[in-house]
């Protein structure tokens, strides 16, 4: 198909050059057909192309003398290049390209593979440190909670001691408030019972030494005893 | 001529002319030019990444560690596991190479991606082919075919239907597939662009605002074949780890 | 198609037939890879949304269930190529 413009282009100026002029000089086909190949490869046509002219002079189509080529099938120049080319594309990659790539991640993962490790023992590390912060810390407060525990167990020892102390002592105070409570009303009660004694018996003296009737003898008493009531208020 | 757009013909769209006067089986065309620049981008690409290797990568470095990261921890360790990654540096130049070559299809000044020749496509699916096949006799020895064939945990007379089946599908199919798949991909991506900045133009030479709408889903589809380029990379090079693994363990 | 096959060039209908047939393969080729990537990928997200921490392995089976599925797409794309006139 794309041969089909110059060689209609090609069939055009053959017209106009040679078969009018052969007309007039009564020239052979062959002649024509001859002259118009020579000038066609002059120019550089091909030599499949130049073959199909005097089959265009004898006016059949540019399809019956070749086929235009298929759009499937490669030709062979295309081919080998194609062949070329790919062998060369997958050695210059290979030998060139693919090791410094490769080297080049595989170092990049060894770095962050060492990196990513160093990171472990260092956060490892940390987490022993942290441990160990924590158990002082805890072991820091239970001996706060110890000594708290102890001050606070002490207080109440000793508020017990004095509480007991202090019970014993009003205890104390108050057996011998009693028992001088005790001796003084036994003294009273002794003086009273010695004074009463006393008075009595002085009443009775009265008594005795005046013998007088009854209503006398009761007066008298009465008054004594108001005596000593007064007496002793 | 369709509707009055003058669509050009598929061999327009891809197919280019011999450049500098080269003939025959070493031709230089635009597409070989393209797989050059893609060995270049790639190889070049990959050597700055290497040289100056820093522990935070930065730039073309971080790009690439990330490519490498990709085919290593999305590509292999998901499909093959770990004794895949032997395949690293293979799987990176097929998933970096398919990658820039596709990616040409949207570079203004290229916009032809490679893989829409089948030149490469077929190349690497039979490099590929080779590949897992000797990973397969290697790690299993005669077996392997026997393994392929006739896979475990099915009713024998089953096997019947399913050796040939298997037979044809792993040896025929996988290298006609994985191939087709990436050429057709972006062939068809490629055809796409065209049709739409074929119809653009035409708009906007004719009516300037019927324009607007062609174009923005140009430039929408602009976008989306980025992704088909990189997907289409990534299918390809999983596609490969999954054929290799396959033959590696065969209880698959 | 009346227009087709009354082309007097015979060469003209062989390529008219040509594009219809080019038409058929594709479209043909097409239907059962559509409805194919739209169950897989409807029931990885299904998948994905119940278990999303399963997500990134539900998505590396997802493309490749789409690849292989599409694959046969584009066998008919590459096969409408070659049907040539």
Redesign the interface.
Known sequence: MRTRAPLAGLLLALVLVFVGPAAANAQSSDQVKKEAKELAEKNGGKEADVNCIGDLIDGKRVDDCHKAPSPILPPTNELIWGAISFVAVFLLLWKFGWPGIKAGMNARTERIKSDLDQAEAARTEAEGVLTEYQAQVADAKGEAARIIEDARQTADAMKRDLQAQAEADIAAQRSKAASDIEAAKAQALADLRGEVATIAIGAAERVVERNLDPETNKALVESFIDQVGAGRN | MILGLDFP????A??W??LF?T???????K??LL??L??LV??V???I???R?Q?VPTGV?NV??SA?DFVRE?IIM??IGKEGLFY???L??VF??VFVCNIWEIIPGAQMPVNA????P???AL?VWVIFNFVGVKNQGIRYLKNVCFPPGVPWPLYILVAPIEFVSTFLVRPL?LS??L???M??GHLLLISFAVLSTALWNSTKVGAVLPGALLIGLTGFEILVSA?QA??FT??TA?YIGGAMHPEH | MLHVLAAQDSGELVQGLTAVGRGIVYGGAAIGPGISIGIVVGNAITAMARQPEAAGMVRTTMFLGIAFTEALALFGFVLAFIISG
């Open positions: 013909p598929i061999s327009h891809i197919e002319r011999d006067g003939h025959g089986a070493f031709a230089i065309n597409v070989v797989m050059w893609s060995v790639v190889a690409f990959f050597f990444a290497s040289r290797q522990l470095q690439a560690e490498v999305g998901q499909t690293t540096p293979f990176l130049t970096s190479f020749r089948m030149a490469l077929m190349l690497m490099l597939s087709v798949r050429f057709a991909n062939l068809a997907l990534y299918i999983i596609l999954v």
